[in-house]
């Protein structure tokens, strides 16, 4: 079984505004009581429960790239157990910008099977991703994995939220 970790990877330059903040060196987990906190906004969002755990968080936004632990929530269904048609993605960063976050727009990236996306709120760095997967139903000799169509309640998502607080 794969190690998910909260990764997010773009090419993109910071805005001026959030470039001229002071860069972290390194990442750290925000207090319990505000991961606790953030579960609770972003819950109602999804149709499938958030766990929450201490694990890595990496941000990458431009020349940015910090690391370090953080609170991870992790939602884990079939696609028809997340509307099957992305409703619950467009929920989630609702709600990630009604907690206070703005969009980081050197941190968005989509793929055949995937997406990322960074939020920023003054020294919390904040990423949101989710992951379909066949589950290696789908031939490995064949076409790729994103090309595979297999019925919603055949294909696997993950949903994962990393937050954590910028180290001088």
């Given at each position: 079984?794969?190690?998910?970790?909260?990764?997010?990877?773009?090419?993109?330059?910071?805005?001026?505004?959030?470039?001229?903040?002071?860069?972290?060196?390194?990442?750290?987990?925000?207090?319990?009581?505000?991961?606790?906190?953030?579960?609770?906004?972003?819950?109602?969002?999804?149709?499938?429960?958030?766990?929450?755990?201490?694990?890595?968080?990496?941000?990458?936004?431009?020349?940015?790239?910090?690391?370090?632990?953080?609170?991870?929530?992790?939602?884990?269904?079939?696609?028809?157990?997340?509307?099957?048609?992305?409703?619950?993605?467009?929920?989630?960063?609702?709600?990630?910008?009604?907690?206070?976050?703005?969009?980081?727009?050197?941190?968005?990236?989509?793929?055949?099977?995937g997406s990322?996306?960074?939020?920023?709120?003054?020294?919390?760095?904040?990423?949101?991703?989710?992951?379909?997967?066949?589950?290696?139903?789908c031939d490995?000799?064949?076409?790729?994995?994103?090309?595979?169509?297999?019925?919603?309640?055949?294909?696997?998502?993950?949903?994962?939220?990393?937050?954590?607080?910028?180290?001088?």
């Amino acid at each position: 079984m794969r190690k998910l970790v909260c990764l997010a990877v773009a090419a993109a330059i910071l805005p001026v505004s959030a470039a001229a903040q002071p860069r972290p060196r390194a990442l750290a987990a925000p207090p319990a009581a505000e991961c606790a906190r953030l579960q609770q906004q972003l819950q109602p969002a999804l149709p499938r429960p958030l766990t929450r755990a201490t694990a890595e968080v990496r941000y990458f936004s431009g020349e940015l790239d910090v690391s370090g632990p953080g609170c991870v929530l992790t939602a884990r269904g079939t696609l028809n157990q997340f509307d099957g048609d992305g409703r619950y993605w467009e929920r989630l960063q609702a709600r990630i910008r009604a907690a206070g976050f703005r969009f980081d727009p050197g941190m968005s990236a989509d793929g055949g099977g995937g997406s990322v996306i960074g939020f920023r709120r003054a020294d919390r760095y904040l990423s949101a991703m989710y992951e379909e997967d066949d589950g290696g139903l789908c031939d490995p000799a064949g076409p790729p994995a994103s090309d595979c169509e297999l019925p919603p309640e055949r294909t696997r998502v993950t949903v994962q939220v990393g937050l954590a607080v910028a180290r001088p």
